[in-house]
C-alpha cells in the first residue's frame, strides 16, 4: 500500500503530511509508505512497493527497517493488550501535527 500514491484511496479526505511535507525526501517518504504497510492488518506491502524499495536497499539494509517497525508494532499491540496507556512524558506531544489555520 502506498498512500502517497493515487494507487489507494485512503480513508481520509487528503493525504498525511509526510506525502506533501518537503521535510520528507522521496525515499523518506517511501520508507513510511513501507511503515504503514507493514502496520495494517493484514500487512499490505505491495510486491511493487518492495521492488521500488530494493531499488534503494540491499538485503541487509532492508532487514533493519523492517525489524524496527515490526518491534514498534509488537510493543503497541503489547501495550493495547494489557491496557497499558502513556507515561505522560510528552503530554501528547510527540508526533503531533499542527492545525490548519486559514490565512485572514
Not at 37 to 57: I, W
Amino acid at each position: 500500500m502506498c498512500l502517497c500514491s493515487s494507487r489507494v484511496t485512503p480513508s481520509w479526505s487528503r493525504p498525511p503530511p509526510s506525502c506533501t511535507s518537503p521535510l520528507f525526501s522521496e525515499l523518506g517518504k517511501l520508507v513510511l509508505d513501507y511503515a504503514v504497510g507493514m502496520s495494517r492488518t493484514p500487512v499490505e506491502v505491495s510486491d511493487e512497493l518492495f521492488d521500488r524499495l530494493r531499488q534503494h536497499f540491499d538485503d541487509g539494509q532492508l532487514v533493519e527497517p523492517s525489524h524496527y517497525i515490526a518491534m514498534e508494532n509488537m510493543r503497541g499491540r503489547f501495550n493495547l493488550a494489557l491496557g497499558i496507556g502513556s507515561a505522560g512524558f510528552s503530554e501528547g506531544m510527540v508526533c503531533a501535527v499542527p492545525a490548519v489555520h486559514p490565512h485572514p
